[in-house]
């Protein structure tokens, strides 16, 4: 993991006390909240629709043991709605027309789809308090919001990975310092976000950002990136096209100044529906390709390439990338401590927990490890969500298991990166005891959900609900494993902060008459090898009701089954037997339901 050093601890302590004099300014009332907002959204902090939220981020994915302790203090202490928030949150429950009371769950952290960590219900009294207890442990909220470059995302498995061409971190972490209040691109036209894999696989979805970054080397051996540009879901779902087939590794921030300039420069600030830089790559591809490469020629020759990354600069952030001490190579010569002795699984345990291997554990780049996914999807939890008990026992799995390092995933998880082979079965039974060995990642109960109409002044619709609805319908295992693989995505509104339009089934929330519906879409896809080339999937048809979407799903998975080939995935199944087909089933499903009628296929 990237270790901060003296000058990192101090930028973000001055933040810290920055904030904390801004807070009490305006709770003074000498900082009026018109004023505040900038500086409070700077630091991450929202006000949603009923309480304020705080956003922290989360670099590329990784955590510690320690950060994860002090994200389950913040859940625990400060994650608690005042009376004046809750009543606040009463009296405007009228928002989401005549939607149930909003799920006031309070004590949780959850992860986002962008690797973050949310808040829901944190008096903005309190919030410098966070600050600084997140900067005792080298965290904080900056820029995971504004009109700047947020978060930088990457694939769960970097540096890991047996499919990885190069580790893509030590890139992702020189862009995020090259990146952090920049003071050029503090006011960009729209929100900026990239995404870097260095894998064959593209698990973090790049073709879906602003920027996707593919690490990889040349015929001639060299390393560098595939620059994809104008990605993006939301309104308008676009896929990004390849703006740079081979950039030399080295080149790769000059290369987005450049970018970011021209988008900058030419991307519209009229409208907010059409500012992201998908709309201008759009419109003016090949234009918008040429300034780009006279900007990146300007910084050649005028500027003299001030971004360059120089050999040191990359062996010196590469460092902190090394494999842990306490990890053991194959011949057991690495690490001070001693493999761990293999256990014998009791028989009574055997079938369980080879179900979880399956679908649970992957291939690590080290012969005699594995990478371990801890589920945190379950029955009356939403996607995502983490209690301070559940985040305490995942830094303990976490310490015992895997040289104190966790990461989060695209899918709201968390993954192990450090696990030895023969503490699989001590580790199962420890994720079991802290309910996280659900065998279900990939798998139609292992879906993504953002926090919708429960939490977010934006959404249309709530997702939580309709999550737990699905939950609730398939927790029979062997149901979901005989299944198999499927990406479920449901947001509460366009902004696809649910990432529905690459889910292979889509749900999508969406106002009617001030009610809540909807949308269902097939065929989506976020680029992984399952699911073949991104795609954002079709809509079937007119919205459905909550209480339809549930029934809508389990005649398309009928269909599914009704029609696979020998051990063929759904979105394989639907992409031979075509969307049309399905899309006659999930329609019928709400004219059967509404009569009474059985669907046959």
């Known amino acids: 993991m990237y270790q901060y050093t003296p000058f990192d601890r101090e930028f973000i302590r001055d933040r810290a006390i920055q904030f904390r004099d801004q807070l009490t300014r305006n709770l003074n009332g000498k900082l009026s909240d018109d004023e505040f907002k900038p500086l409070r959204l700077q630091n991450g902090w929202y006000v949603q629709r009923y309480a304020p939220m705080l956003r922290v981020a989360v670099p590329y994915g990784e955590l510690s043991s320690k950060q994860l302790r002090a994200l389950a203090v913040i859940a625990r202490d400060f994650d608690k709605p005042t009376p004046q928030l809750l009543e606040h949150a009463q009296s405007k429950q009228d928002l989401i027309g005549s939607s149930p009371a909003p799920r006031l769950v309070k004590g949780v952290a959850h992860f986002t789809t962008r690797q973050n960590v949310q808040y829901n219900w944190i008096p903005l009294e309190r919030s410098a308090d966070v600050m600084d207890l997140l900067a005792s442990v080298d965290m904080h909220g900056i820029q995971t919001s504004g009109n700047c470059i947020r978060n930088i995302t990457s694939d769960e498995r970097a540096g890991i990975a047996h499919d990885e061409i190069a580790d893509p971190r030590p890139y992702a972490e020189i862009l995020r310092q090259w990146s952090t209040l920049h003071p050029e691109f503090a006011y960009l036209p729209r929100k900026f976000k990239i995404a870097i894999t260095g894998a064959t696989e593209d698990r973090a979805a790049t073709a879906w950002h602003d920027v996707g970054l593919h690490l990889y080397k040349n015929g001639s051996g060299e390393l560098g990136f595939r620059v994809l540009v104008g990605g993006g879901m939301g309104r308008t779902p676009l896929i990004a096209p390849v703006l740079k087939e081979f950039l030399p590794a080295h080149e790769i921030i000059n290369y987005i100044e450049a970018v970011v300039r021209v988008f900058n420069r030419w991307g519209r600030r009229d409208n907010i529906y059409k500012a992201r830089i998908k709309i201008l790559v759009k419109a003016e591809q090949q234009r918008f390709t040429g300034e780009v490469d006279a900007e990146f020629e300007r910084i050649h020759r005028e500027d003299n390439a001030p971004h360059t990354i120089t050999q040191r600069e990359l062996e010196r952030v590469r460092a902190m990338f090394e494999v842990p001490n306490q990890v053991l190579s194959p011949s057991g010569t690495q690490g001070k401590t001693p493999a761990p002795a293999p256990v014998l699984v009791p028989p009574q345990h055997k079938g369980a927990f080879t179900r979880w291997l399956d679908q649970n554990v992957a291939l690590h780049r080290l012969s005699d490890y594995r990478i371990v996914t801890?589920?945190?999807?379950?029955?009356?939890?939403?996607?995502?969500?983490?209690?301070?008990?559940?985040?305490?026992?995942?830094?303990?799995?976490?310490?015992?298991?895997?040289?104190?390092?966790?990461?989060?995933?695209?899918?709201?998880?968390?993954?192990?990166?450090?696990?030895?082979?023969?503490?699989?079965?001590?580790?199962?039974?420890?994720?079991?005891?802290?309910?996280f060995a659900q065998p279900n990642i990939g798998l139609i109960s292992d879906m993504i959900a953002c926090p919708g109409g429960d939490y977010c002044a934006l959404a249309n619709a709530r997702s939580i609900p309709v999550a737990d609805s699905i939950t609730q319908r398939f927790t029979d295992l062997d149901e979901i494993l005989d299944i198999g693989p499927v990406d479920l995505h449901i947001s509460g509104?366009?902004?696809?902060?649910?990432?529905?339009?690459s889910g292979h089934i889509g749900v999508l929330g969406v106002d009617k008459d001030g009610q809540e519906w909807y949308q269902v879409t097939l065929g989506g896809s976020d680029g992984s090898e399952l699911g073949g080339a991104p795609t954002p999937g079709r809509v079937v048809g007119p919205s459905f009701s909550s209480e339809e979407v549930v029934g809508v799903i389990e005649e398309v998975l009928a269909h599914y089954t009704a029609h696979r080939l020998a051990q063929e995935p759904f979105i394989h199944t639907l992409k031979r037997v075509g969307f049309e087909s399905f899309k006659v089933v999930a329609n019928a499903a709400r004219l059967s339901r509404k009569s009474g009628e059985t669907v046959t296929n």
């Not at 589920?375 to 995942?394: M, V, W, Y």
């Not at 104190?404 to 450090?418: F, G, I, M, Y």
């Not at 509104?493 to 339009?501: A, D, E, F, K």
Request: hydrophobic share 35%.
């Open 374 to 435: 801890l589920s945190f999807k379950r029955p009356g939890q939403a996607p995502g969500d983490a209690t301070a008990q559940q985040l305490e026992e995942a830094a303990q799995i976490c310490d015992t298991f895997s040289c104190s390092e966790v990461r989060v995933t695209h899918a709201q998880n968390l993954v192990l990166p450090w696990v030895h082979e023969n503490d699989l079965y001590p580790l199962w039974l420890a994720a079991k005891e802290a309910g």
């Open 493 to 501: 509104c366009i902004n696809s902060c649910g990432h529905h339009h």
